[in-house]
Each structure stands twice: as C-alpha cells, then as structure tokens.
Nanobody, 117 residues
C-alpha cells in the first residue's frame, strides 16, 4: 500500500500563487510517477501535472507556464507550485501515485484550492 498525505491549498485571489505538497509513505518502491489531478464541481477529475521517477513531466495545457511540478525523492514528496491563478483553477486537488506491476493507483484525500475573482 501507498499512503499519500497532501498539504497546502486554501483561498487565494486571482493572480496569486499557492503551493501544494504531497508526502508518500508505505510501498514507495512501487511508485513509477507522482502527480496532481483536480476535480471542479460538476466536472470530471483531470490531470494537472505529473512527473516520472526519471524526471519527465507532463502538464495539462490549461496550466502550462503557470504551474510547476517537482519532486524530492529523498523525502518522497511531490510539490505543485501554482502561480497566476485563475478562478477556473478552483477545484479539489488530489495527489496521485502511479505504481508498477499493475498495482492500483494511490490517491490522497484531496485539498481544496479556491481562487477568488
């Protein structure tokens, strides 16, 4: 099992910045990649950004140039630095870990990000 605990999030004005972090524990050797998804009310959960163990990154088009994902492998932690935030970035943000050998994905409980206009 992999456990993910998120921190950060909160309320910020449009144009502001916010950082999220997610610490992994448990069977971390099984993790291939870590990332962030988000789900706004009435919408499907969508990928925001991800990073493989090798450092390759993938971003949603809507956040490119504004969000930056990073990892501290020594701390088994993934970060999401968000800047130039927009009201449409408002959502619950979930940490995710993709795992090897067909093992099920791990999810955090989610943290709310609210961007006021």
């Amino acid at each position: 099992q992999v456990q993910l605990v998120e921190s950060g999030g909160g309320l910020v004005q449009a144009g502001g910045s916010l950082g999220l972090s997610c610490a992994a524990s448990g069977s971390i050797f099984s993790i291939n990649a870590m990332g962030w998804y988000r789900q706004a009310p009435g919408k499907q959960r969508e990928l925001v950004a991800s990073m493989t163990n090798g450092g390759s990154t993938n971003y949603a088009d809507s956040v490119k140039g504004r969000f930056t994902i990073s990892r501290d492998n020594a701390k088994n932690t993934v970060y999401l630095q968000m800047s130039s935030l927009k009201p449409e970035d408002t959502a619950v943000y979930y940490c995710n870990a993709d795992r090897a050998w067909g093992l099920p994905r791990a999810w955090g409980r989610g943290t709310q990000v609210t961007v006021s206009s």
